[in-house]
């Protein structure tokens, strides 16, 4: 998008998409930059691990703005030597710019040419890499799943709120414009009160999180397998759990941190609410044996409400699979009075309270109109956009709130929460245990014991 086209021009075209935008007073025109200390300095960002999401989507997105932003790519960690030369490659390609090569963030941060990183790593490296970054003095934008466990997302969480770091946590739905327009619908008592919430993500991919061909392809003396692993057991040398980390506990939940924590995310945002209350889960290996520790189908009840009163409440109900790809990916809200639909972008009456039902039982009809989410709000049409895709928008704020030293969209207390969801979850599917969160201590409990491994 050109800086000068206008914000109308933008939501003309894309109110009833998934557009993202900066919103409210996380966007800045680039006038007001120059009102901004540090305005003038250039930021440089490191890339903390040269992944397939770096290439296809970070790195693009900050692209994107960098110009106008005074940001630019001058170096890149990662521990596997040919990732390295693949991150030079790509930026030199991309930006004409060349960047530093670090073996492994300690040799990253001890340069004096970075300011800030992009965290695009392993799902479990996530806390532990961010903690690193802002006790060493940068901020970070950092990947989803936040964390995997408990342990990490407290010691991660502890370092953004101990250093005051600048840290964007990936879930890019708080950057999407109908995102907010359902939140701004939502909390200003239109929809009336959530009584149960349906996602799925469906999809029929066998490859889905394989690489085979680099599997075969990577050695283990190019690496570094001993830090890699971090503080997870140690292990022999495993090139899929290196490659496909996605698959394997503890490296990664699966699901439940790669999807599930993208659109469980909206519930706390739409609700302010922390976590759920408790959660059961189901699960399996159904179709794709393919020597995988990661369910290819689960299914999770979750009980959402406020923690100190039971009375009051309502379910959300999780599923996804691998092996069917009907029904794709869809966010359903529902009140008494009808649903509001993240997929079709609509509010409607569908399935609200009908006069023939209320009247039996002294009640009032109460049906919501059928509406675009676009005609439910009243957006501000004065701010500049940014770009016309979330993780475009997501990446700006982030850019932004650096500058400015806001809080962003998506702040280290919105990836503690998601993962909090993600690892009730992960421990409802690995233990087959009723599971809940014990505030005090800040602990997931499966069975009323601590769940780690």
């Known amino acids: 998008m050109n800086n000068d086209q206008s914000r109308r021009d933008f939501l003309k075209k894309s109110a009833l998409t998934t557009a993202g935008l900066s919103f409210g007073a996380m966007a800045f025109s680039p006038k007001s930059y120059s009102r901004i200390i540090g305005a003038n300095d250039r930021v440089n960002v490191g890339i903390v691990g040269f992944s397939d999401r770096c290439r296809g989507a970070l790195v693009p997105?900050?692209?994107?703005?960098?110009?106008?932003?005074?940001?630019?790519?001058?170096?890149?960690?990662?521990?596997?030597?040919?990732?390295?030369?693949?991150?030079?490659?790509?930026v030199k390609d991309k930006t004409g710019l060349t960047l530093a090569t670090a073996r492994n963030n300690d040799e990253l941060y001890d340069r004096k040419d970075v300011d800030a990183v992009i965290?695009?790593?392993?799902?479990f490296q996530h806390a532990l890499h961010c903690k690193e970054a802002v006790e060493a003095g940068r901020d970070a934008y950092v990947e989803k799943p936040f964390a995997e466990t408990m342990a990490d997302n407290r010691a991660a969480k502890e370092a953004v709120l101990r250093t005051g770091k600048i840290v964007q946590v990936g879930s890019q739905r708080r950057s999407g414009l109908n995102y907010h327009q359902a939140h701004d619908f939502i909390k200003a008592g239109k929809f009336g009160d959530i009584v149960a919430v349906e996602m799925t993500w469906n999809?029929?991919?066998?490859?889905?999180?394989?690489r085979a061909d680099l599997v075969s392809q990577i050695r283990k003396e190019d690496t570094d397998w001993d830090r890699y692993q971090m503080n997870r057991p140690k292990t022999e040398w495993d090139p899929r759990k290196y490659l496909e980390f996605r698959l394997f506990w503890p490296y990664s939940s699966g699901i439940p941190g790669q999807w599930m924590a993208h659109q469980i995310d909206t519930v706390h945002w739409f609700t302010d609410l922390p976590h759920p209350r408790s959660v059961a889960a189901n699960g399996g290996i159904y179709l794709w044996k393919d020597g995988r520790q990661n369910f290819d189908t689960m299914t999770a009840v979750f009980d959402y409400g406020p923690l100190n009163d039971s009375s009051k409440g309502f379910?959300?109900?999780?599923?996804?699979?691998?092996?069917?790809?009907?029904?794709?990916?869809?966010?359903?809200?529902?009140?008494?009075?009808g649903e509001l639909n993240l997929d079709t972008n609509r509010i409607s009456p569908n399935g609200g309270l009908s006069a023939n039902q209320a009247r039996g039982m002294g009640l009032k009809e109460n049906?919501?109109?059928?509406?675009?989410?676009?005609?439910?709000?009243q957006v501000e049409t004065g701010a500049n956009t940014g770009a016309d895709d979330m993780t475009s928008a997501h990446m700006r704020n982030w850019m932004e709130c650096v500058r400015s030293r806001k809080k962003p969209n998506a702040d280290v207390m919105a990836g503690y929460n998601h993962s909090i969801a993600n690892i009730m979850t992960t421990a409802a599917l690995r233990t087959g245990q009723f599971v809940t969160?014990?505030?005090?201590?800040?602990?997931?409990?499966?069975?009323?014991?601590?769940?780690?491994?």
């Not at 999780?318 to 790809?325: A, D, E, I, L, Q």
């Not at 049906?367 to 709000?377: D, H, K, S, W, Y």
């Open 61 to 90: 997105a900050m692209q994107i703005h960098a110009k106008e932003m005074n940001f630019q790519f001058t170096a890149v960690s990662d521990i596997w030597s040919r990732r390295r030369d693949e991150a030079v490659a790509f």
């Open 119 to 123: 965290i695009s790593t392993a799902d």
């Open 203 to 210: 999809v029929n991919q066998p490859g889905r999180w394989r």
């Open 315 to 337: 379910q959300v109900i999780y599923s996804s699979r691998f092996t069917n790809s009907a029904g794709g990916t869809k966010e359903i809200y529902y009140s008494n009075g």
């Open 367 to 377: 049906l919501l109109p059928e509406m675009a989410l676009g005609e439910a709000v």
């Open 437 to 453: 969160f014990d505030e005090e201590k800040q602990e997931v409990l499966a069975g009323g014991k601590v769940f780690q491994y």
